[in-house]
């Protein structure tokens, strides 16, 4: 009989594709919810739990499981209200995960998928090499930028997470291991960058929106390089590590493979819209002075920074390839966008 996938966070935005891409496959699949009825498209194969923390009962779920794709998790709050917003990130990304994986140990899970973030490495990319390093030592990975070849962030890097989400993220990976080591549950951790695609929400939305109202951006002098993933390619990754033997105890980092600059990445957007990209050549240290005036350095520190990823691990070692180019998967989300009435 085929396998069970236990799928958490399987009405959100990564979930939907990995329960259809599930579904069209050999899997069986049994989606986690919170509470029942909200997804019409899950009628059939959803179990609700109710909220994930310490406490959450997994029994249920559980049975008959084979393997687990942890997806739900306290996300990144811009504005967040509550007064100690790390002990909330711990307590459903920490102690949620960390329960879980324990029940299903208990419940003879075999593999474990954990969707991480590359928060957990930093913010930022890690600095151009040191100009004594001779050109054949450095690594294949972005074009020259001024001050040396930037460099990419891989699975090695020392973590370096900079806010409370990618602390709780970084602590659950550990606690993962840790679960690993005493049981022989095989985790199987993947960081991805931003992922944009259908149904994508937060900032990307917003950038959509802008561009297709032709409102002026004032990135045109902005020279970085941003790694993203489409959905569907970080999809893709999920089932290939869920599937192949190599995988088990891996930390995988995944993206589409082509890095991006955030002008670059706004005439895509346009492209696949069908519009003009209206860039303005505002000088970076007027924005970043505008962002510190505002309240909002860390989002445009974001629009101003590289964050490079190097998935060379698991193309090498899975044999796993992004079936969608960057240019495809803009065009699914504008498709996705010009037809879901977003403002």
């Known amino acids: 009989m085929n396998p069970i996938v236990l799928v958490t966070g399987a009405n959100g935005f ?29 009628v059939g194969y959803e179990v609700a739990v109710g909220d994930i923390d310490p406490d959450t009962c997994w029994e249920d779920a559980l049975i008959g499981v084979n393997r687990v794709v942890h997806l739900a998790a306290r996300v990144h709050v811009m504005h ?11 307590k459903v990304n920490v102690a949620g995960t960390e329960r879980l994986a324990r029940e299903a140990a208990r419940a003879g899970v075999r593999r474990f998928v954990y969707v991480s973030s590359i928060k957990v490495n930093g913010e930022q990319a890690p600095g151009p090499y040191p100009s004594q390093i001779a050109s054949t030592q450095i690594p294949p990975g972005p074009p020259l930028l001024k001050g040396g070849t930037l460099r990419a962030f891989a699975e090695g890097n020392e973590p370096n997470p900079q806010d409370p989400y990618g602390v709780s993220k970084w602590e659950a990976e550990q606690a993962l291991h840790r679960v690993a080591q005493e049981t022989g549950l095989e985790v199987v951790i993947l960081r991805p960058p931003l992922v944009y695609g259908p149904g994508v929400g937060a900032n990307f939305l917003r950038l959509l929106a802008l561009v297709q109202k032709g409102v002026p951006l004032p990135f045109g002098a902005i020279n970085n390089h941003r790694s993203l993933v489409y959905v569907g390619n970080l999809v893709d990754a999920i089932i290939a590590c869920l599937e192949h033997p190599a995988a088990a105890g891996q930390t995988y980092l995944v993206s589409d493979g082509e890095d991006v600059s955030t002008p670059e990445l706004i005439r895509r957007i346009a492209t696949s819209l069908g519009r003009p990209a209206r860039l303005l ?29 190097d998935s060379s691990k698991i193309r090498r070692e899975l044999g796993w390839t992004p079936p969608f180019t960057m240019e495809q998967g803009l065009a699914e989300t504008a498709q996705w966008f010009q037809g879901s009435g977003c403002p």
């Open 14 to 42: 990564v979930g939907r594709g990995v329960v259809d891409a599930l579904l069209k496959s050999s899997f069986r699949v049994r989606a986690v919810v919170r509470r029942s009825g909200r997804a019409s498209s899950l």
């Open 80 to 90: 967040d209200s509550v007064t100690d917003p790390l002990a909330e990130f711990r």
């Open 281 to 309: 050549p505002v000088p970076p240290a007027l924005l970043r002075l505008a962002g510190q005036l505002t309240g909002k350095s860390a989002q445009v520190e974001r629009l101003l920074d590289s964050l490079v990823i």
